[in-house]
T-cell receptor, first 110, second 115 residues
Framework: DAKTTQPTSMDCAEGRAANLPCNHS???????VYWYRQIHSQGPQYIIH???NNETNEMASLIITEDRKSSTLILPHATLRDTAVYYC???????????FGPGTRLSVLP | DADVTQTPRNRITKTGKRIMLECSQT?????MYWYRQDPGLGLRLIYY???????NKGEISDGYSVSRQAQAKFSLSLESAIPNQTALYFC??????????????FGPGTRLTVL
């Protein structure tokens, strides 16, 4: 079973920040939070991951709460091409049990 | 990701036929995975391999088998295809990195239809 809970769908206006929440209240101390997205039926695309600290890369920012029970993926300036299903995944470092739940379907609207 | 390729990209077959899906990677990763995705659902792990001599069952291995021919190649076989194996199939690779993270990179997928 997935260890995360995400909203089924969200809308965001083009050019605005998209904030995608994820709850992972049972996360353990050595589990990472990963985010992937899947555009239409393409292969999932890695976005970002983190353990405790907030992280930022060229695609997005990841904000993890101090108690690590939830996180937020931020796409700072959403474009139409960011329309996709976004998956939040919690895994141990060895990663063999990536569990992809249904994710959040983000629609970026013009 | 062009570093992970899957063949064929689309396949239509009949019930009872043997099917092989192939995955190749140029990323030099030791770990490879096979997932399936059904419409509207997330991905489910079928098999994974941490090196050439290592094969492990995932969540839904029944009806499937795999072969790790080389570090770069990982094949998925359906010995006798059935209609409920109609799905999107994804191959992924990863490499355990310093610090313990294990980011997976996915291929473009194979759409399999079993009639």
């Amino acid at each position: 079973d997935a260890k995360t809970t995400q909203p089924t769908s969200m809308d965001c206006a083009e050019g605005r920040a998209a904030n995608l929440p994820c709850n992972h209240s049972t996360i353990s101390g050595n589990e990472y939070v990963y985010w992937y997205r899947q555009i239409h039926s393409q292969g999932p695309q890695y976005i970002i991951h983190g353990l405790k600290n907030n992280e930022t890369n060229e695609m997005a920012s990841l904000i993890i709460t101090e108690d690590r029970k939830s996180s937020t993926l931020i796409l700072p300036h959403a474009t139409l091409r960011d329309t996709a299903v976004y998956y939040c995944i919690v895994i141990l470092t060895h990663g063999q049990n990536f569990v992809f739940g249904p994710g959040t379907r983000l629609s970026v609207l013009p | 990701d062009a570093d992970v390729t899957q063949t064929p990209r689309n396949r239509i077959t009949k019930t009872g036929k043997r099917i092989m899906l192939e995955c190749s990677q140029t990323k030099g990763h030791d770990r490879m995975y096979w997932y399936r995705q059904d419409p509207g659902l997330g991905l489910r792990l079928i098999y994974y391999s941490f090196d050439v001599k290592d094969i492990n069952k995932g969540e839904i291995s029944d009806g499937y088998s795999v072969s790790r021919q080389a570090q770069a190649k990982f094949s998925l076989s359906l010995e006798s295809a059935i209609p409920n194996q109609t799905a999107l199939y994804f191959c992924a690779t990863s490499d355990l990195q310093f610090g313990g993270t294990d980011t997976q990179y996915f291929g473009p997928g194979t759409r399999l239809t079993v009639l």
